[in-house]
């Protein structure tokens, strides 16, 4: 298994770290940081493999913001991270944009990004043009709702089943539109539209997803349904409940794990 991007192929013979850059002034863990650029570049000499850089928080109740307030924000990121990476002599990042706006998708994939990361669910047509337009990886995620009002008593008969067929008609559909197989990413999103149990039994059964044949994402990173596990383990954080989830993710077939810090 593999992912081809525009301009290179990454071979899945090992975990991939995607590591998170928010430029947001109002992310739920560390919207607000003074330089995302420079954060960037000790996540890419941690170990990161991947680069995702948003530019609007996605955090249960938030308000949606426009494309142009998200350009204006990841643009000075984008071009940071690939100038600082070229000044310390590292090979040029591989990048993400975490976005469901075409507009952004395409400003981002002219300045060098090689991956979109849609959480949703890669349905706009513009959005699956972008990806054929420049040969880019596309992430689809599953959520139920928006942002603003997904935590809202969200309900499934079977939680995974429904998840993963979701997945599985949005991967037919890009398929189907002319993005190779090669190029899809499924997400199922966890904290977006799921009860802390919704959750866990995801992760639980998280070995279902492989039944998709490509690649899994699974952003799971200090997300509320870790809190129950800080409170029955005094002195636990949220990046230490993380690190114990992502073993369980990885021991579950998942291809790419994406945290604030490192996940190993």
Known sequence: MQIQTAFRTIPLDRPLWMGIVNATPDSFSDGGRPDPAGHAISLLLEGADILD???ESTRPGCDPVSAPVEIRRIAPVIEGIFARAEALGLEKPLLSVDTYHPETARFALEH???????????EDPEMIQAAVDFGAAICFMHKKGTPKTMQENPTYDDVTAEVLAY????????????IPCEKLIADPGLGFGKTFA???TLVEQMDRFQELEIPVLVGHSRKGFLRPM?????????????????RTLLEKGVQIIRTHVKPW
């Open 53 to 55: 850089v948003g530019g």
């Open 112 to 122: 060098g990004v090689e991956i979109l990361n849609d959480i949703s669910g890669a």
């Open 167 to 178: 997945l599985a008609a949005r991967r037919d559909a890009l398929l189907d539109a002319g």
């Open 198 to 200: 919704h959750n866990w």
């Open 230 to 246: 800080c409170e029955e383990n005094p002195g636990m954080t949220r990046d230490d409940a993380t690190r114990i989830v992502t």
